[in-house]
């Protein structure tokens, strides 16, 4: 879509029937600002359109981009399945006599560029010309048009000629282009994903450091990201990262680094204390409020993150499983992703509004960052609830707008807060 919007002929292709009839309708399947807007602008100008069918879609094409899902297999390896396939298709529908670019777009791991170019040349017509660029992707879901447009850098791996061609695709984007191998390239790319992943995570960490001595993780955050050399983002204590890329992303380099016969035990650390930070979350409700057995929660915010309304991995899905599980009654609301709520949480109450939510529970969990959460009537929030208790698994809301309402406020790591993991008689904290 970003391709159609710089004014190139672009055609898109899925296998999936209805996202592709949504899309050329104009009705985009993915909650996602200002994206409706840009799809059916390209679609009336006619650079963009979308099929279900390779003879339609590549041949007569100079480029084709490869972004299929690279999910994971129940070792934490990506699946290529759905890149081996398209890999597949691709080759078949190439044309003797023509040139084709083909852009690896989906985060594969290491060597998957060498995988992908077998598949290709095995399926191909003889005479057909192509190469394999490596150029994956760094876009935020919720800010993806903005980060189309406005890349930090832009990462090429293959051969000079096929990276000049792609390269001539981005320059109207005026970012940095990093040339580079193809091995280099794929790894950059997990290597981004893991180190953001391991900012949270060790964040996380000293939150629950910050609950056995006293301190808040706010301010201790502040301070260290305040150091250029550590930089504030992504060191928001919370319940911890979810989403389609960094947990699949995170395990897909841990298998990596196992093949080459190394031991990840720092990338492993960083996946168990984000599952640990939705656990130890729940068990912080459970000792609040004596036990969640017939308790009423009510959950704000179910998407992985705010702008968004995908749930895959969302961290506030694990926590509404964990309070069921444990017995509670989950009344949950999200600005966007209720309806895809609706099939993956198919037991729960699914609320409008963040007051229909809170209507009548013992406690409020507030498990997604949407910054509407930040701006709700508390003193209403209070009058619906029968309890007072707000857990907030994301540190965003402010204590005193909260007990000024007659609220009781617990962040992640804020001190004062710690019930869980009291002091060991042995460790000093003077
Ligand atoms: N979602 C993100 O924010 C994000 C960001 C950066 C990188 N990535 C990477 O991009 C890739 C795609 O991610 P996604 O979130 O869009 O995945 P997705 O699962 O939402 O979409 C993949 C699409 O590929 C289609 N597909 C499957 N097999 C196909 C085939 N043989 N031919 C054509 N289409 C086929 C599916 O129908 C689906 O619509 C992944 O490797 C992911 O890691 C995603």
């Not at 852009?103 to 010309?129: C, D, F, Q």
């Not at 930070?277 to 009510?298: M, N, P, S, W, Y």
Request: charged residues 25%.
């Amino acid at each position: 879509m970003a391709l159609a919007e710089l004014g190139h002929q672009v055609i898109g292709l899925d296998i999936d029937r209805t996202r592709v009839d949504r899309l050329n309708r104009g009705d985009s399947p993915v909650y996602e600002d200002d994206l409706p807007e840009m799809l059916n602008r390209n679609l009336d100008a006619g650079r963009l359109r979308f099929t279900t069918n390779y003879a339609e879609a590549v041949p007569g094409r100079e480029i084709v981009f490869l972004c299929t899902g690279t999910p994971s297999l129940s070792d934490g390896e990506a699946d290529l399945r759905q890149v081996r396939a398209a890999a597949a298709s691709i080759g078949a529908n190439l044309e003797p006599g023509t040139s084709v670019v083909i852009v690896n777009k989906s985060t594969m791991p290491v060597g998957t560029a060498e995988l992908v170019a077998g598949i290709v040349a095995e399926h191909a017509p003889s005479g057909a010309r192509f190469a394999v660029v490596s150029n994956p992707e760094f876009l935020r879901e919720g800010r993806v048009l903005h980060d189309i447009l406005h890349p930090d850098r832009i990462v090429l791996g293959g051969d000079a000629e096929a990276r000049a061609t792609v390269a001539a695709l981005y320059e109207p984007l005026g970012a940095p282009i990093l040339q580079t191998d193809h091995r280099s390239a794929e790894l950059i790319k997990y290597a981004a994903n893991a180190f953001l992943a391991t900012k949270i995570s060790f964040i996380n960490d000293i939150a629950r450091l910050c609950e056995r001595l006293g301190a808040d993780v706010t301010v201790v955050a502040a301070g260290i990201g305040a150091d250029e050399r550590i930089g504030p983002r992504f060191l928001h204590a919370g319940i911890g990262f979810g989403g389609s890329c960094f947990p699949k992303d995170v395990g897909a380099l841990s298998r990596m680094a196992e093949g080459a016969g190394l031991h990840p035990g720092l990338l492993r650390s960083v996946l168990e204390i984000n599952r640990e930070a939705q656990r130890r979350f729940v068990t912080k409700a459970d000792e609040l409020l004596g036990g969640l057995d017939g308790k009423h929660i009510g959950v704000w915010g179910l998407s992985f993150k705010e702008g968004t309304d995908d749930l895959r991995d969302s961290p506030a899905v694990a926590v509404v499983e964990m309070l069921v599980e444990r017995g509670a009654i989950v009344r949950a609301h999200d600005p966007a992703a209720l309806v895809n709520a609706a099939a993956r949480l198919p037991g729960i109450d699914l609320c409008q509004d963040p007051y229909a939510a809170a209507e009548g529970a013992d406690a409020i969990a507030l498990c997604t960052p949407w910054p509407e959460y930040a701006t709700v009537d508390f003193a209403q929030v209070r009058r619906v609830m029968r309890g007072d208790l707000v857990l907030d698994g994301r540190n965003m809301l402010d204590p005193a707008l909260l007990e000024n309402a007659g609220l009781r406020y617990v962040g992640i790591g804020r001190g004062t807060s710690a019930v869980s993991d009291p002091i060991p008689q042995t460790l000093s904290v003077q």
